[in-house]
């Protein structure tokens, strides 16, 4: 029995050393970690840096864009602001762009700042930034592209209604940017067909589809008389928006888009019906809180 036991012990000798072994390299790993953690992120900022500072746009454009991905990092903070001021309209807009996905509100005035630019793929980024850190000022710029005017009445001037009118410039934008960037994709597959129309509805109906949340009795008004646009998908968007707002007033413009000639607006008009109808009566239409002036 003895003998058998020293067996054993003698065959397993070999497989503890070899464990001790691996064991030990593993620790020389692990102290080494730290240091080879750093060397690597180091490697990875001087990456970014570089496609930041190259010129070329492509490498910038995705140097800024993924900066996005580093929630609460100062320096990305720091870049993406850098880029608003870039001289290439895609660099500002992919600055604006990353700032909103780092929810950095200290970037806010810059952003604001951002809705003045020249170019619309800058303010629709600033725009949709701003609306992710739930800035009201976001509203203001939905509003003017669904309606062509400022919430205050005043008429757009001439260029920035040219700007927020070239369905080229927004349908490439939005496609670069990802459905998802400005809000698409939740109107439906009809919507990414007319983009490739170069249709300025998909922009009207993303509008819609934000102002839904917007407290401003106005922003209510203004979808009420998209529900009688030229386009049926914005009537349909206008429809979905009214109904997420909540607001029982808000239910004859339902009623009446029931009988529209479009069937997707029609069933959209039905369910808008179906919702504000089974909604509270003590509820109250958004609040007017200011014209955002």
Known sequence: MEKTRRRVRTGLRPLLILLALVSAGVAQQTKASPATAQDSTKKAWQMLEDGIASDDVDKRVIAIRVLGLLNGDSHAIELSEKALKDKDEKVRAAGATALGELRAKGSIPKLHAALKDDDVGVVMAAAHALHAMGDPAAYEVYYAVLTGERKSGASLLERQKQMLKDPKKIAQFG????????????????????VRKDDTSPVKAAAAKVLASDPDARSGK????????????????????????????????????????????????????????????????????????
Do not use: C, H, W
């Not at 994709?185 to 919507?191: D, E, L, P, Q």
């Not at 968007?237 to 707002?245: E, G, K, P, S, V």
């Open 175 to 194: 496609f670069e940017q990802g459905l998802g960037f400005i809000p698409f994709a939740s109107i439906g597959y009809g919507v990414v067909k007319a």
């Open 222 to 293: 203004a979808l009420e008389d998209a529900t009688y646009a030229d386009s049926a998908t914005v009537r349909s968007a206008a429809l979905d928006a009214l109904a997420r707002r909540d607001d029982p007033s808000l239910r004859k413009a339902a009623e009446t888009a029931m009988n529209d000639e479009n069937v997707a607006v029609r069933f959209t008009a039905a369910a808008a019906v179906v919702r504000l109808s089974t909604a509270s009566k003590d509820s109250k239409a958004p609040q007017d809180k200011g014209s955002g002036q």
